[in-house]
């Protein structure tokens, strides 16, 4: 059974930074790509980034780039966001997902984990 | 980047109504094209893939279709594990890009 378990939302202050986790289980991490989505309080869902299956490739929302950074450990089965100069903007439930096979788009999410940026 | 758009923002239904949800893109897309539900305070779930195609232990109740740049969802017979927002999304080519959501509520 494929499972992602995220990790290390909290509240910080603005401009501060947060790493989140991702535990994948049930499926080959080094066959797939996965990516984070967010969904702040009463907006809809946002693609924020996403890492090759290779884990060559990354992608990136306008909204983070530059202070966002997607990666992997493939021997901790784990997948992270790194977010730096947080803003009020980023405050929302991040979501861990995974892709299909080949281009095929997300079959499968986390549970989600909150961040909360506020003084 | 491609934006999307979906109709209705949002809409009341009864229990066993036949719903359509539109969708659209600013640019061909092909059928790169998803759907998700989400409930509150629940993770998303996926529906469908390439515009028609139902992810594994989706109901058939559910069904998807269009290419280019106009796509429906639709729900046969709404039932009350239904009512929740949907989301398309395009993954033709990054951003990726959701729809804004479409909330299906009962009237």
């Known amino acids: 059974e494929v499972q992602l378990l995220e990790s290390g939302g909290g509240l910080v202050q603005p401009g501060g930074s947060l790493r989140l986790s991702c535990l994948v289980s049930g499926f080959n991490f080094r066959s797939y790509a996965t990516n984070w989505v967010r969904r702040a309080p009463g907006k809809g869902l946002e693609w924020i980034s996403s890492i090759s299956s290779s884990g060559t490739t990354t992608h990136y929302a306008e909204s983070v780039k530059g202070r966002f950074t997607i990666s992997r450990d493939t021997s901790k089965n784990t997948l992270y966001l790194q977010m730096n100069s947080l803003r009020a903007e980023d405050t929302a439930v991040y979501y861990c997902a995974k892709d299909g096979s080949g281009w095929k788009p997300i079959d499968s999410w986390g549970q989600g984990t909150l961040v909360t940026v506020s003084s | 980047d491609i934006q999307v758009t979906q109709s209705p923002s949002s809409l009341s239904a009864s229990v066993g109504d036949r719903v359509t949800i539109t969708c659209r893109a600013s640019q061909d897309i092909n059928n790169d094209l998803a759907w998700f539900q989400q409930k509150p305070g629940e993770a998303p779930k996926s529906l469908i893939y390439a515009s028609s195609t139902l992810q594994p232990g989706v109901p058939s109740k559910f069904s998807g279709s269009g290419s280019g740049t106009d796509f429906t969802l639709t729900i046969a017979s709404l039932q009350p594990e239904?009512?929740?927002?949907?989301?398309?999304?395009?993954?033709?080519?990054?951003?990726?890009?959701?729809?804004?959501?479409?909330?299906?509520?009962?009237?």
């Open chain 2, 82 to 107: 239904d009512f929740a927002t949907y989301f398309c999304q395009q993954y033709d080519s990054y951003p990726f890009t959701f729809g804004p959501g479409t909330t299906v509520d009962i009237k």
